[in-house]
Each structure stands twice: as structure tokens, then as C-alpha cells.
């Protein structure tokens, strides 16, 4: 059982904007910014959002980062195919002295 | 490019012990602090330890303190992870990554090493 909580599984049709939710606390949300990971088994994770809303380079305008109290939002606009995957939020927590990942969100492109 | 390289995995005994290691090229690996997080089968991302990039400090998650050892040799360019009183429970795909200071992420990670516990 994470300490952050996402939903289990998401879905959306292709064109559809989707969002994932990340629920957290004072001492890891609410006290430092979250990172976002895209991973598809059997490969390497890839750093989508870091620093809550910030994009690395590469990586397209339709993933978006949001955070606001203790809990942090990904959104994906213009869903295509190749956005199903698995997506984790992570964040430092400070009562654990570490790192955290949420339990992760499987995205189903209908 | 970055490139990070895990190796060392395999199938262990309950109860033994394995070493990974983590082959570092195309930057400055002294300067990075560096990561190693785990994926069981079927189940999520996992935090297992880091390192500081000049192995001062080090940090562990719950489920691996005391018995794993996150470790670094700066001139060979390798990150390590002593293993020690496996458990089932540790079988996984462990991953090595090297956090990008000015992000406070792990930007780069390896492809990932399969390890085993079973009897």
C-alpha cells in the first residue's frame, strides 16, 4: 500500500483529454514537488513532469502537471495510442527520509 | 549519451546474497546522485535506495533497510547494490537512474536487471 494514492486504471478515446490524480500528504506532496514517470513493461521508465508542472525536453505540450495542497494532477490532451502505458507520480517524503511512488495508473486508449 | 548499464541479476536462494552493479558513460558520474528502484512482477515502481553523488549520504526504503547496501565507485563509474538476506519478496526488475539535480528527478534510467529469489 503506497502512501500516495492513484486510481487503479484510467481510460479515454483518442482526441480525449485524460486526467490521473495523486493523493498524497503534508509530508510528501504537501512539502515537495512531484515527478511524473510514463513506463510500459519491459522498458525503461521515462520522466514526463518534474518539479509539478515542468516538461523535459522531448517531451509533447499534451502532458501537463498540476499540484495544489497535498494532491497532484497528470493531464494528457489529445490522447493517441501510443499514450497507453503505465503512470506513476513520485515524490520525496520527508517522515520516511525517501522517495515515494504512487501505486500507478494503467491508461487504456479505447 | 547517458547511458546506464545494470547487470549482476540472476536467480538466488532465499536467504543469500547478490550484487548488482550499474555501469555509468556519457556524463560525469561523480556529480550525480544515483537511484536504484525495483518493479516486483505485476506489480508497481518501488524505491529501493540512493546515493549521493559523492556517496556522503545514503538513504533506504523501509522494506530493504539493513539488509541492502547501496554503494558507489567514482572512478570505475559504477553504482552498486549489495543484496543481503534475500527474500521472495525481492524478486524484481531493478532499475538503476541518475537523478538530474536542477530537476529533483531521475531523469535517465537503465533497461533494468531481473532478479530472482526462489528456492
Known amino acids: 500500500q503506497s502512501v500516495l494514492t492513484q486510481p487503479p486504471s484510467a481510460s479515454g478515446t483518442p482526441g480525449q483529454r485524460?486526467?490521473?490524480?495523486?493523493?498524497?500528504?503534508?509530508?510528501?506532496?504537501?512539502?515537495?514537488?512531484?515527478?511524473?514517470?510514463?513506463?510500459?513493461?519491459?522498458?525503461?521508465?521515462?520522466?514526463?513532469?518534474?518539479?509539478?508542472?515542468?516538461?523535459?525536453?522531448?517531451?509533447?505540450?499534451?502532458?501537463?502537471?498540476?499540484?495544489?495542497?497535498?494532491?497532484?494532477?497528470?493531464?494528457?490532451?489529445?490522447?493517441?495510442?501510443?499514450?497507453?502505458?503505465?503512470?506513476?507520480?513520485?515524490?520525496?517524503?520527508?517522515?520516511?527520509?525517501?522517495?515515494?511512488?504512487?501505486?500507478?495508473t494503467k491508461l487504456t486508449v479505447l | 549519451q547517458v547511458q546506464l548499464v545494470e547487470s549482476g541479476g540472476g536467480v538466488v536462494q532465499p536467504g543469500r546474497s547478490l550484487r548488482l552493479s550499474c555501469a555509468a558513460s556519457g556524463f560525469t558520474f561523480s556529480s550525480y546522485a544515483m537511484h536504484w528502484v525495483r518493479q516486483a512482477p505485476g506489480k508497481g515502481l518501488e524505491w529501493v535506495a540512493v546515493m549521493s553523488y559523492d556517496g556522503s549520504n545514503k538513504y533506504y526504503a523501509d522494506s530493504v533497510k539493513g539488509r541492502f547496501t547501496i554503494s558507489r565507485d567514482n572512478s570505475?563509474?559504477?553504482?552498486?547494490?549489495q543484496m543481503n538476506s534475500l527474500r521472495a519478496e525481492d524478486t524484481a526488475v531493478y532499475y538503476c537512474a541518475r537523478e538530474t539535480t536542477w530537476m529533483a528527478a531521475t531523469e535517465y534510467w537503465g533497461q533494468g536487471t531481473l532478479v530472482t529469489v526462489s528456492s
Not at chain 1, 25 to 38: C, D, P, R
Not at chain 1, 93 to 98: F, M
Open chain 2, 76 to 81: 570505475e563509474n559504477t553504482l552498486y547494490l
Open chain 1, 18 to 104: 485524460v486526467t490521473i490524480s495523486c493523493s498524497g500528504s503534508s509530508s510528501n506532496i504537501g512539502s515537495n514537488t512531484v515527478n511524473w514517470y510514463q513506463h510500459l513493461p519491459g522498458t525503461a521508465p521515462k520522466l514526463l513532469i518534474y518539479k509539478n508542472n515542468q516538461r523535459p525536453s522531448g517531451v509533447p505540450d499534451r502532458f501537463s502537471g498540476s499540484k495544489s495542497g497535498t494532491s497532484a494532477s497528470l493531464a494528457i490532451s489529445g490522447l493517441q495510442s501510443e499514450d497507453e502505458a503505465d503512470y506513476y507520480c513520485a515524490v520525496w517524503d520527508d517522515s520516511l527520509n525517501g522517495w515515494v511512488f504512487g501505486g500507478g
